[in-house]
């Protein structure tokens, strides 16, 4: 299989949930108004406490610093695992546990942090740019590695400068266990034509920026059976959107498509305490018993807790193997 | 013929060039999401020199106070002119030039400030509430004059208490005679179904809020051959559009329309300096020639200047016209 190494240099960035007002010039302009920027990844999602924005050093350009904006400190790049044709995958799985374990399980292994953000048409792996020497020698075994320039894929191999010089996480990891959080609310994965985005403009502009009454965003506390969760990413001219079913209701039926199962989610959402950006192997704890499973799972980061998204028929499946990881873990 | 006075309370705002991103978020809530507001008075007009924003209270609370946002000091009344079917007029013309001897001229005698806002759809003459007692006194003879008041028209006579009291501007007026511009867009004024108002959504924040390329502002100054001029209203749920021809070019044609002739119209913009909004008698000075010659007229006027648009065919003559009353009057 092949790995490749996007063109993409991505912030990680945060608008607070009475900040977004602020940000509604830049961000409309990037969702919508493509001919006016040259941001080419760019990532909304809305989470009960706040918003996770990731995208590219033009998208970021337009974000102006404010008290409503954290930014996380480093650059991150996408990778996206390719299969080729001869792939001898039998899994009929999609998402993560395709890839849980062959790159999550071992970068969780030699302590590199992991960004994840799945979408309607593939998986991306974010992974900091100071750990890209890290990945790639951790990963060049188990595939061909290519890095995106301009265009043109370039293979890359570990460097011997490389060598040793930041393989020293050896040690055993220390396991956290996080709690889990399943609200209630179905969720799907869509996509749509671009072309045909202005079409659900002011929907889309009305859910994002509009659909919070006031004080709101602490409702998640009270109010724990459905989560507030919806995004929307434009990546490279291919829109995805997951949002419940009871946001989808308010888009036009016939232009939202979804996998031809028509498959609703589940959302096991990881962290009881926001993640941070630092600790590895929360994707992996996850994607690890899923994959054993051959269950599939959308997988959404944001910026302060991990989402993963499970066919609704696997949700009691699922919820018993989250059990059964807390038990075996001593605390 | 009757005069109403509309059921709406308005503010007439300035919002600057660069403040306008930082209105992005109320505005859009007010242009396309009508669920989501009680406003039913809206109008947005850019001129080079800022966003003239008139909207009614329900309207007016969704604008912040900051540095951007300029707010003239006075409650403005819009008065409606309804022709009954027995309305023996037989100009063809329309817009202020059918209200110019009736509404406007008589007003500036009696020291009247109006602010027009032609639209689509009909001409709203905007006059300050503390000068409502004037204005009926001063109409009451030529109108059947209508309060609207929660859906219902209630007829108004002038009270007893009013005369005199305020009827004291027959002094001579002191005429000023302002410079006009007679920039070389064409332009068209135009509407739309307002359920395909979604349909355009994003070409109209496209224009409205990102058409600016930094500094344009001043280029008003730089080159006086086309002017940025762009009007956008929704009133009563009926949405008018003015734009030039190169603006139109952007839209879709066949969402928006025009009237069956499809006509073409020239601005003349009165004020080489700010107008302010206590002169009075601005808008009969154009009005009023236009009138005695037949020639229809739209009139918008914004924060600082005022904006008549006369048929393309008619330029020449109005362009002479206004000559002449410059030559008539002493200096």
Redesign the interface.
């Known amino acids: 299989m092949d790995l490749h190494i996007l063109d993409h240099r991505l912030r990680v960035t945060s608008i607070s949930k009475t900040g977004l007002?602020?940000y509604?010039?830049p961000l409309?302009?990037l969702i919508?108004?493509r001919n006016?920027t040259r941001c080419k990844f760019f990532s909304l999602t809305e989470t009960p406490e706040n918003y996770t924005v990731v995208l590219d050093e033009e998208g970021f350009k337009e974000l102006q610093p404010s008290e409503h904006l954290l930014v996380e400190g480093s650059i991150w790049l996408p990778l996206n695992v390719v299969s080729n044709g001869n792939a001898s995958s039998s899994s009929q799985a999609v998402g993560v546990t395709k890839i849980a374990k062959s790159v999550i399980a071992p970068l969780a292994e030699q302590h590199v942090s992991v960004f994840m953000l799945s979408t309607y048409q593939t998986d991306f792996i974010l992974v900091r740019e100071k750990d890209l020497s890290v990945v790639v020698e951790t990963l060049e075994e188990e595939f061909n590695i290519f890095r995106e320039e301009g265009g043109e894929s370039v293979p890359v191999q570990s460097q011997d400068t490389w060598k040793g010089l930041q393989r020293n996480g050896r040690e055993v990891m220390q396991v956290t266990v996080h709690p889990v959080l399943i609200p209630e609310n179905q969720f799907c994965v869509m996509s749509l034509d671009p072309d045909t985005?202005?079409?659900i403009?002011?929907?889309l502009?009305?859910v994002l920026?509009?659909s919070n009454s006031p004080g709101e965003g602490a409702s998640v506390n009270q109010d724990l059976e459905c989560i507030k969760f919806f995004s929307f990413t434009l990546i490279d001219g291919y829109v995805s959107l997951v949002m419940d079913t009871e946001a989808q209701r308010q888009f036009p039926a016939d232009l939202l498509f979804t996998s031809s199962s028509g498959e609703l989610w589940r959302m096991v959402r990881i962290g009881g305490q926001p993640l941070g950006f630092d600790e590895c192997g929360i994707v992996a704890q996850i994607s690890q018993p899923l994959a054993d499973s051959d269950i599939s799972a959308y997988y959404i980061s944001t910026f302060s807790f991990d989402h993963a998204l499970v066919p609704e028929e696997d949700i009691v499946s699922v919820t018993e193997m989250l059990q059964a990881q807390r038990k075996d873990v001593p605390h």
Request: aromatic share 16%; glycine share 0%; proline share 5%.
């Open positions: 007002e602020h509604t010039h409309i302009k919508f108004l006016r985005l202005p079409a403009a002011t929907t502009i009305d920026f509009y």
